[in-house]
Nanobody, 119 residues
Framework: QVQLVESGGGLVQPGGSLRLSCAAS????????IGWFRQAPGEQRELVAAITSAGSTNYADSVKGRFTISRDNAKNTVYLQMNSLKPEDTAAYYCKAERVLGIRTYDYWGQGTQVTVSS
């Protein structure tokens, strides 16, 4: 069964840190690009950070310099290290795996993990 499972969310004070994990099972994620998205209540889901199968990364302007995405292919897991958290980072965070083969796109979503930044 193909599955992505996020973990590591929680309640943290402004300025604090969290590390989110996205663990893949049922498929080998190293051939997939992985993205972290977030969605706050009443807002559209937005891309926060992404990493390609080759290890190239990109970030939303709002998190550059604070968030770092990385992957451990041996563990079939992608991480999102979040530092200097702000209240506006509060959202449900989701990971997505995507791979394009010819004309077909394979993509999988996790169920999400809640991050709340509040004093």
């Amino acid at each position: 069964q193909v599955q992505l499972v996020e973990s590591g969310g929680g309640l943290v004070q402004p300025g604090g840190s969290l590390r989110l994990s996205c663990a893949a099972s049922g498929f080998t994620s190293d051939s997939y690009a992985i993205g972290w998205f977030r969605q706050a209540p009443g807002e559209q889901r937005e891309l926060v950070a992404a990493i390609t199968s080759a290890g190239s990364t990109n970030y939303a302007d709002s998190v550059k310099g604070r968030f770092t995405i990385s992957r451990d292919n041996a563990k079939n897991t992608v991480y999102l290290q979040m530092n200097s958290l702000k209240p506006e980072d509060t959202a449900a965070y989701y990971c997505k795996a995507e791979r394009v083969l010819g004309i077909r796109t394979y993509d999988y979503w996790g169920q999400g993990t809640q991050v709340t930044v509040s004093s």
